[in-house]
């Protein structure tokens, strides 16, 4: 099949206006000016998308897709009343619950023209789920509040694989402690150490709040409570909390989650030895804190992605919604580089650079087109207008998602389960 558009992105090359790409079976095999392909395949059939830009599915690097029930639950409020009160909600939730949520973070992220997601996940299944969605995506297996000697009874109980056995190349696997207040410095260290023997990545929600800062810095504040139950280990490091990651040895290599309190000696500390920074700038506006410093973290060259966070603290899984919040906060971000972050940049730091995040040959056939106004510069027009209400069409391993704006495998059947694991977490809040 070939599929054109009035502009091409493939992100790892320059912009093709009226272009196309060829898909043979989960792959991509070519990427040309419409003309050339077809006249070098005249017996393809051509999907042609005359007033769309088509660039690579785009990579929601930070999501928690179990919890998109959760949508509405807990209303904007500052981060420690708000964690309190989700934590309440999460723990009314039953497996089912979950596994009926993580279906419909997925068909939404689909739905927005994702197709890959950087998500925490409590249950193996949430992986199986995602991926029958059509999503594929690094998986990070949440630990906290646990001995650091019972990590491998409890990873073994939750399904984690004991090492890399999957011969497909789009799904990842990851370890993740929380964050410093949720997991003491035994089990950050130890997690991290783990994950390279699991070939699995490391990824830590840090220096979210000015509540975590203080309770890293002195061991007070609104959460040292959830911290004496859950990271007891901890003493207070008179540093900032990527500060402290680091002299623990666990940020080399670290997907580092928000940053939106990072300092300006911080940058250097993350531009040295993480992986990246995946920003949430709407999930931080909603829990009254932020935004991410993120024109210093670019300008001393840390890798940056882009996240939704969950339904808990945002209002859609939309991508280019949170994209037009980062121009907000980084002006001086081209849209260019806004568009990477959400595409190349984000499947680099998943670990799956080369399977999608871009347009080329060998790359796993994963496609959004966005109805765009004609521009003689796509990506200023793209991050102006793109959006769920916009997606012409989706494409996932060489299978249609969406078409002509519509799912083409209906989520209404999770309607009554989603409503009922609402009700339950509502309850649990009220």
């Known amino acids: 099949m070939i599929v054109s558009a009035a502009w091409v992105l493939p992100i790892s090359g320059p912009p093709i206006r009226d272009g196309a790409v060829r898909v043979r079976d989960a ?27 088509l660039l690579p599915g785009l990579v929601n690097a930070h999501t928690h897709l179990a919890l998109t029930v959760l949508g509405g639950v807990v209303p904007p409020a500052p981060f420690p009343e708000w964690i309190g009160r989700v934590a309440r909600a999460i723990r009314a939730l039953t497996p089912d ?11 939404r992220c689909i739905a927005s023209g ?32 646990i001995d650091p000697a019972a990590i491998g009874e409890r990873l073994e109980r939750a399904g984690y694989p004991a090492a890399p056995t999957r011969d497909d190349d789009h799904i990842r696997f990851g370890l993740s402690p929380h964050s410093p207040y949720t997991s003491g410095p035994g089990l950050s260290s130890a ?12 990824a830590v929600h840090l ?20 911290a004496s139950r859950t990271a007891p280990d901890f ?30 000696d911080d940058v250097p500390l993350l531009a040295g030895h993480a992986r990246g920074v995946v920003v949430c700038p709407r999930s931080n506006a909603y829990l009254h804190v932020g935004p991410a ?10 890798r940056l992605a882009l996240g939704t966070d969950s339904l808990a603290s945002n209002s859609d899984l939309d991508l280019f919604a ?43 056939a994963d496609i959004a087109l966005f109805r765009t106004p004609a521009s003689d510069d796509p990506y200023p027009a793209l991050l102006k207008t793109a959006g769920r209400h916009t997606v012409q069409g989706v494409m996932s391993a060489g299978v249609w998602r969406v078409l002509d704006g519509q799912p083409t495998s209906p989520s209404h059947y999770l309607d009554v389960a989603v409503r009922k694991a609402a009700a339950r977490a509502a309850a649990a809040v009220a």
């Open 27 to 53: 792959r991509i095999v070519e990427v040309a000016p419409r003309d050339e392909i077809v006249a070098a395949h005249p017996s393809e059939e051509v999907a042609d998308h005359p007033g769309c830009t």
């Open 322 to 364: 949170e994209a037009r919040a980062l121009a907000g906060i980084a002006p001086a971000l081209s849209a260019e580089r806004i568009v990477r972050t959400m595409t190349l940049e984000g499947a680099t730091m998943l670990g799956l650079a080369g399977v999608t995040g871009s347009i080329e040959s060998g790359a796993r």
């Open 293 to 302: 410093p993120v024109e210093a973290l670019a300008r001393a060259g840390v």
């Open 191 to 202: 997690l991290h150490a783990l994950a390279p023997t699991h070939g699995a990545l490391f």
């Open 235 to 264: 003493e207070p490091a008179g540093v900032s909390p990527i500060r402290y990651l680091h002299e623990l040895g666990a940020l080399d290599d670290a997907i580092a989650v928000h940053c939106a309190e990072a300092t300006g």
């Open 207 to 226: 220096a979210e709040s000015p509540a975590e800062i203080e309770f890293v810095r002195d061991g007070s504040g609104p959460l040292a409570d959830v």
């Open 97 to 107: 619950d979950l596994a009926a949520s993580a279906t419909l973070g997925a068909h």
């Open 114 to 145: 994702t197709t890959t997601v950087g998500d925490i996940v409590y249950t193996p299944e949430s992986v199986t789920l995602a991926e029958d969605a059509g999503l594929a995506g690094a998986f990070f297996w949440e630990v906290l509040g």
